[in-house]
T-cell receptor, first 113, second 114 residues
Framework: EAQVTQNPRYLITVTGKKLTVTCSQN?????MSWYRQDPGLGLRQIYY???????DKGDVPEGYKVSRKEKRNFPLILESPSPNQTSLYFC????????????FGPGTRLTVL | AQSVAQPEDQVNVAEGNPLTVKCTYS??????LFWYVQYPNRGLQFLLK??????LVKGSYGFEAEFNKSQTSFHLKKPSALVCDSALYFC????????????FGPGTRLSVLP
């Protein structure tokens, strides 16, 4: 089954404790992206990657890091989480053409205390 | 700056009636336009997209959307709403000339009343 998977689905942590949210896709997609969803703000793009070893900032990259060492994986790293990073996070992927739709993972609900 | 507006936070419609969820955008150049739906505790699912050509595009679950270049709008429509259409709907644009950056609207919650 073609899918985007994220782990963990739920995470409660404390300020300053480094964490990684994993994202993996099995569709051989070139493009992958991370979003955060907050009430009234819709989805805001954090980082995206157009292929292996190619990443770029989205609209809200502060406090986040990403890497793309393999085509299928695109982990999101919060090196020192803060309460304002409490949110619902989605990973998405699509094939390389700009007009192709994205496939979304199920989401990771992160709470930073 | 690129932006997408969904002027209604909430749309209520009776089952069987037509529905419209509005979207307007502000981008430079010619964008690709998308609609996604989010059901509770789920990720976003693709509904339909406009690339080029016919201004009326048809998508999943009986939804369609009309692209209007002069009004920079891409309204989502369905002739007869179902209770199971109740969900959160997002409009998104991907500017053709600006790489791979998607911009999403804030979302509109659709409630279809039985």
């Amino acid at each position: 089954e073609a899918q985007v998977t994220q782990n963990p689905r739920y995470l409660i942590t404390v300020t300053g404790k480094k964490l990684t949210v994993t994202c993996s896709q099995n569709m051989n997609h070139e493009y992958m992206s991370w979003y955060r969803q907050d009430p009234g703000l819709g989805l805001r793009q954090i980082y995206y990657s157009m292929n292996v070893e190619v990443t770029d900032k989205g609209d809200v990259p502060e406090g986040y890091k990403v890497s793309r060492k393999e085509k299928r994986n695109f982990p999101l790293i919060l090196e020192s989480p803060s309460p304002n990073q409490t949110s619902l996070y989605f990973c998405a992927s699509s094939s390389g053409s700009s007009y192709n739709e994205q496939f979304f993972g199920p989401g990771t609900r992160l709470t930073v205390l | 700056a690129q932006s997408v507006a969904q002027p209604e936070d909430q749309v209520n419609v009776a089952e069987g009636n037509p529905l419209t969820v509005k979207c307007t955008y502000s981008v430079s150049g010619n964008p690709y336009l998308f609609w996604y739906v989010q059901y509770p505790n789920r990720g976003l699912q693709f509904l339909l997209k406009y690339i080029t050509g016919d201004n009326l595009v048809k998508g999943s679950y009986g939804f369609e959307a009309e692209f209007n270049k002069s009004q920079t709008s891409f309204h989502l429509k369905k002739p007869s709403a179902l209770v199971c259409d109740s969900a959160l709907y997002f409009c998104a644009v991907r500017p053709f000339n600006y790489g791979q950056n998607f911009v999403f609207g804030p979302g509109t919650r659709l409630s279809v009343l039985p």
